[in-house]
């Protein structure tokens, strides 16, 4: 159908029904652009599943392993870490990311005894601890202004390193500093040579003891924090340590408000050793955590960030990081973002 037989009806008052004005509408294009609207459609008129198989999922596989942040869950209001873990294994993750705060479960009020009784729970349920954050290294900041949270920080950091081997894995992830934390209303702003020369010092200080406990300090790419806001920024920082137990737990959303995390990868190779999948929308939204979406609802072009951590060969963990459990059948958050990974992959 041309655009004189449309004119022609629409000036006879024919109406469409919706069914037939989308059929019309893909007729219309795939005429345009010389292909058979029929092509993909059976005699029923649906498109089978093989037709569909480019868009229901990556055509490639990949190795990459599927794990996702306690920080998804109603946890602990409404959910035990256990019925957490048991989740995330049942939802098809290989591994979850577990957090360090004040109170709960993996806290300083649990010893080693108990770290380690959590990381044998979840071996026994079948899934792996991918690694351990923490919010704490933002109220107390390894480059903060005051020496007495610069303190604090210091000691919950030195709290993490076995806390993350007793759990089972070797991945900590490490904020080393800040100019200023947006999302702390009133939070002071600290000089960027400041910043840089506690983070440098704060790092240095927690080598050994990483050594000992054979676990990686993790620096992440934050943006919002107003340091190391480049690839090379990242780069001279790590490698300026000089350890192996110094890396980089790139996180994808952190960087998508100015730039891409495709161009990143490339640059940090081989230096990446955990990774945050964040989904970030750039339509119209602010610059806070509150921009941050479920996999897929969002502006990130996944197909080249999978590719760019295949390219430098990275088969590790991604991580979903999403930090507001939905208020209202919280466990279809945890399945969504399973099934989304597993197109994202390649996954069957």
């Given at each position: 159908?041309d655009?004189?037989m ?6 006879t008052g ?16 795939t005429a345009?652009?010389g292909?058979?609207?029929n092509?993909a ?7 089978s599943?093989?037709?569909?198989g ?5 055509p490639?596989r990949?190795?990459m ?11 602990p ?6 019925q ?10 290989d ?13 300083p ?16 349920i ?9 919010f ?22 030195q ?25 702390i209303p009133?939070?002071?702003?600290v000089?960027?040579?400041a ?15 990483a050594?000992k406990h054979k676990?990686?300090?993790n ?20 490698d ?17 408000p ?7 990868i ?9 990774v ?6 750039k339509?119209g ?14 502006t ?14 990275y088969?590790?963990y ?14 279809a958050?945890?399945?969504h973002t ?11």
């Amino acid at each position: 159908m041309d655009a004189s037989m449309w004119k022609a009806m629409t000036a006879t008052g024919q109406v469409l029904s919706r069914r037939d004005a989308l059929r019309l509408g893909a007729m219309m294009g795939t005429a345009a652009a010389g292909a058979d609207p029929n092509a993909a459609y059976g005699a029923s008129g649906s498109a089978s599943r093989r037709d569909l198989g480019s868009i229901s999922r990556s055509p490639k596989r990949y190795r990459m392993k599927k794990s996702i942040n306690l920080w998804a869950f109603p946890y602990p209001q409404r959910m035990s870490l256990e019925q957490a873990l048991r989740l995330a294994k049942d939802a098809g993750f290989d591994a979850v990311e577990l957090n360090y705060d004040l109170e709960n479960d993996i806290s300083p009020k649990a010893g080693e005894k108990e770290l380690r009784a959590v990381g044998e729970k979840a071996r026994d349920i079948g899934i792996a601890v991918s690694g351990l954050c923490s919010f704490l290294f933002w109220p107390y900041s390894l480059t903060a202004e005051d020496p007495a949270k610069r303190k604090r920080g210091m000691e919950l950091a030195q709290a993490m390193i076995p806390a993350a081997a007793w759990l089972g894995t070797p991945n900590l992830l490490v904020v080393a500093g800040a100019v200023g934390i947006p999302w702390i209303p009133g939070s002071e702003v600290v000089p960027y040579d400041a910043v840089e020369r506690r983070a440098k010092e704060a790092i240095s200080k927690l080598i050994p003891l990483a050594e000992k406990h054979k676990v990686s300090l993790n620096v992440e790419n934050i943006f919002f924090n107003g340091y190391l806001m480049s690839p090379d920024d990242m780069i001279a920082f790590v490698d300026g340590f000089k350890s192996p137990h110094v890396a980089i737990h790139f996180d994808t959303g952190n960087i998508m408000p100015f730039q891409y995390p495709e161009h990143w990868i490339p640059l940090l190779g081989k230096r990446i050793r955990n990774v945050h999948l964040k989904e970030y929308s750039k339509r119209g939204t602010d610059f806070t955590i509150e921009s941050f979406r479920p996999l897929l609802d969002g502006t990130t072009d996944w197909p080249a960030v999978i590719e760019a951590f295949d390219a430098i060969g990275y088969d590790g963990y991604l991580t979903f990081e999403y930090f507001r459990p939905y208020a209202h059948y919280p466990e279809a958050l945890i399945r969504h973002t399973s099934d989304a990974m597993d197109r994202m992959l390649g996954r069957s």
